[in-house]
């Protein structure tokens, strides 16, 4: 219950929500909006009640009129498996919502012509949350498919670029049928700002990324993974190749090895940010 009540402290509304609602107030589609708002609260809630169990930093749950977001103080290097809990947990509460519903309807405690509401408006943010777009749900899903075999850095640019790519698709595909529908705009725009906003912030995160490797926040990290390089290239270059669930050694020119955590305090801690990996190799 102490955590429910930590949960719900963390829940903040997005200003596009209370525009939304108030137009809703003044439109008489006020009852609309209240379960769009309950079926996007508890899908949130889902990923938030998933990332506490596994004691996930959580910043705040944004809501807002079309979707929300469950933010998160994490960077990349907890196991892929959580993740992907987290990010399955907020789909599936459309399932138990849908049934629950229907079970309301069937008791007669619900009118056939709310029911109805309820399940276009579920099935919607179900179906939406699903798109191969970052930062909603089906994103994050590609970007964990991205992280398994990629490097964290190669993953996250794929992820932007990718869903750049059919969110153009999509925006495309919208003009052709509902040119002027104000709330699909609304929401292609927040998508299009929100994919710039993370490819302007990448190497903030991969810094993040790096430095939780550096500290040893690397819960994440089942296999050892072998990074072949040559005594030339520079050392943040090779540590672009560093990959999620991965300890690293990395063989350098067939001379010498050095595990990851040498490259990391180099670059940290001795603030050796412009060197090549052969300054590192003492001299015999």
Same mark, same amino acid.
């Given at each position: 219950?102490?955590?429910?009540?930590?949960?719900?402290?963390?829940?903040?509304?997005?200003?596009?929500?209370? @525009?939304?609602?108030?137009?809703?107030?003044?439109?008489?589609?006020?009852?609309?909006?209240?379960?769009?708002?309950? +079926?996007?609260?508890?899908?949130?809630?889902?990923?938030?009640?998933?990332?506490?169990?596994?004691?996930?930093? +959580?910043?705040? +749950?944004?809501?807002?009129?079309?979707?929300?977001?469950?933010?998160?103080?994490?960077?990349?290097?907890?196991?892929?498996?959580?993740?992907?809990?987290?990010?399955?947990?907020?789909?599936?509460?459309?399932?138990?919502?849908?049934?629950?519903?229907? @079970?309301?309807?069937?008791?007669?405690?619900?009118?056939?012509?709310?029911?109805?509401?309820?399940?276009?408006?579920?099935?919607?943010?179900?179906?939406?949350?699903?798109?191969?777009?970052?930062?909603?749900?089906?994103?994050?899903?590609? $970007?964990?498919?991205?992280?398994?075999?990629?490097?964290?850095?190669?993953?996250?640019?794929?992820?932007?670029?990718?869903?750049?790519?059919?969110?153009?698709?999509?925006?495309?595909?919208?003009?052709?049928? $509902?040119?002027?529908?104000?709330?699909?705009?609304?929401?292609?725009? !927040?998508?299009?700002?929100?994919?710039?906003?993370?490819?302007?912030?990448?190497?903030?995160?991969?810094?993040?990324?790096?430095?939780?490797?550096? $500290?040893?926040?690397?819960?994440?990290?089942?296999?050892?993974?072998? +990074?072949?390089?040559?005594?030339?290239?520079?050392? $943040?270059?090779?540590?672009?190749?560093?990959?999620?669930?991965?300890?690293?050694?990395?063989?350098?020119?067939?001379?010498?090895?050095?595990?990851?955590?040498?490259?990391?305090?180099? !670059?940290?801690?001795?603030?050796?940010?412009?060197?090549?990996?052969?300054?590192?190799?003492?001299?015999?």
């Amino acid at each position: 219950m102490i955590k429910l009540w930590r949960l719900l402290g963390k829940v903040r509304m997005h200003p596009l929500f209370w @525009l939304v609602a108030g137009t809703a107030m003044l439109t008489g589609y006020f009852w609309e909006l209240f379960i769009l708002f309950l +079926i996007v609260f508890v899908h949130e809630l889902g990923h938030a009640a998933a990332a506490s169990y596994f004691s996930w930093k +959580i910043k705040q +749950i944004l809501i807002l009129p079309f979707g929300g977001k469950c933010e998160v103080d994490e960077h990349g290097n907890r196991p892929l498996k959580e993740e992907l809990v987290i990010v399955l947990s907020g789909p599936l509460q459309h399932i138990w919502l849908g049934a629950a519903v229907f @079970l309301l309807e069937s008791a007669g405690l619900v009118s056939g012509e709310g029911a109805f509401i309820f399940h276009q408006f579920n099935t919607m943010v179900f179906l939406f949350n699903l798109l191969p777009v970052w930062p909603l749900d089906g994103g994050k899903l590609l $970007y964990l498919f991205l992280s398994v075999k990629k490097p964290f850095l190669s993953a996250m640019r794929h992820t932007i670029i990718s869903s750049a790519v059919i969110l153009a698709i999509l925006h495309f595909t919208v003009l052709l049928i $509902y040119p002027l529908h104000l709330h699909l705009w609304i929401v292609m725009i !927040y998508l299009y700002i929100s994919l710039w906003l993370e490819w302007k912030q990448i190497q903030f995160v991969f810094m993040r990324f790096l430095l939780e490797r550096y $500290y040893g926040n690397n819960a994440g990290i089942k296999r050892l993974e072998i +990074i072949e390089a040559d005594g030339n290239e520079w050392i $943040y270059h090779v540590m672009e190749k560093f990959q999620r669930g991965c300890k690293h050694l990395i063989h350098v020119d067939n001379i010498r090895s050095m595990d990851e955590n040498e490259m990391l305090h180099a !670059y940290f801690a001795n603030k050796q940010v412009n060197i090549r990996l052969k300054e590192m190799i003492p001299e015999e």
